[in-house]
């Protein structure tokens, strides 16, 4: 595998599942982020882990919750979501230092239901 | 004042056409710069850094003003391929590397 891969590509859950979602980076890097994408908009930063260590928490309800075990691993974890939190889940990574781009996973399109 | 702003067209352009994706950002302070391009329900991918004295790959071409602080993205001899999202990004200067996305500008080429 190469570059950033994110499991699973879409889900479907209820407003009282648990699930998580995964997120691999085989470049070497070492910072790693968690976006959200609703329809017609911008990308909104969720998480930021620079060294495994989670740097920045953009004001986000406690029923997402981020694991990053390793440089290389990233997890969000979902409970008791609500139906306005269908989206596109972007995981990507970057060098762990201002100024240089990030690479993208594929995304977990989510549907609460 | 939206911290990275751009146009969201659509722009419907015909191939071959010469198209030019405008950008403004708000912090005097950042110093990298990007575009991205996205397709309808993918991730946004790295189309080119920008850099101070501008910079050019194949038939795309990035222009920085840091005066002005404004970013411009031109695109020759336009492809149907191009047809996608385009997004200004431009690093945070006041936090770990955090990019600040613009809502994209919409590119449609036709034949």
């Known amino acids: 595998e190469t570059g950033v891969t994110q499991t699973p590509r879409h889900l479907v859950m209820g407003m009282t599942n648990k699930k998580s979602l995964k997120c691999e980076q085989h470049?070497?890097?070492?910072?790693m982020y968690w976006y959200k994408q609703s329809a017609k908009k911008p990308l909104e930063l969720m998480f930021v882990y620079s060294l495994e260590e989670r740097v920045e928490n953009n004001s986000v309800p406690s029923r997402f919750s981020p694991e990053c075990p390793n440089s290389s691993h990233l997890f969000l974890h979902l409970h008791t979501l609500q139906p306005e939190d269908s989206a596109l889940y972007l995981c990507a990574s970057s060098q762990a230092a201002s100024g240089y781009e990030q690479y993208f996973g594929p995304g977990t399109r989510l549907t609460v239901t | 004042r939206k911290e990275v702003e751009q146009d969201p067209g659509p722009f419907n352009v015909p191939e071959g056409a010469t198209v030019a994706f405008n950008c403004t950002y708000s912090n005097s302070a950042s110093q990298s710069f990007f575009w991205y391009r996205q397709d309808c329900r993918k991730e946004p991918k790295l189309l080119m850094s920008?850099?101070?004295s501008g910079n050019e790959d194949g038939r795309f071409t990035a222009q920085l003003n840091r005066a002005s602080q404004y970013i411009s993205l031109l695109i020759r001899d336009s492809k149907l391929s191009d047809s996608a999202t385009y997004l200004c990004v431009v690093n945070d200067p006041g936090g770990y590397n955090k990019l600040i996305f613009g809502a994209g500008t919409r590119l449609a080429v036709h034949p």
């Open positions: 920008v850099y101070s």
């Open positions: 470049l070497g890097h070492n910072a």
